[in-house]
């Protein structure tokens, strides 16, 4: 008897459970847009002009000639394997800018 009712139930689930969640849908759209926001807040400026205008602020505040040597090999890892190692990492940046 059971076989005969779970195989009931999964030819004729979809046909109860679908109307069931598109009514559980429109009942949460509407109560979002009821509650929700109605507009989307807009920038006065977007976020690629916002990052040009720190790029040029910070290459117009710090000193043209304090720039690290050739030979400090900023940022390069001496090994493959250095390579995500963040300990390391900052430890030649700090390096590096007391150059």
Avoid at 3 to 11: F, N
Avoid at 18 to 35: M, Q
Avoid at 62 to 86: M, Q
Wanted: hydrophobic content about 35%; cysteine-free.
């Amino acid at each position: 008897m059971w076989p005969v009712i779970v195989g009931v139930i999964r030819v004729y689930l979809p046909y109860i459970v679908w109307p069931v969640g598109a009514v559980i849908g429109v009942i949460g759209y509407n109560f979002e847009a009821l509650v929700g926001r109605k507009e989307t807040p807009y920038k006065e400026e977007s976020v690629q002009d916002e990052r040009l205008d720190r790029k040029l602020e910070q290459m117009t505040s710090s000193e043209a000639t304090n720039v690290p040597t050739l030979k400090s090999k900023y940022g390069i890892p001496k090994t493959v394997l250095d390579r995500n190692d963040k300990s390391k990492l900052q430890h030649t940046e700090s390096e590096s800018t007391a150059v």
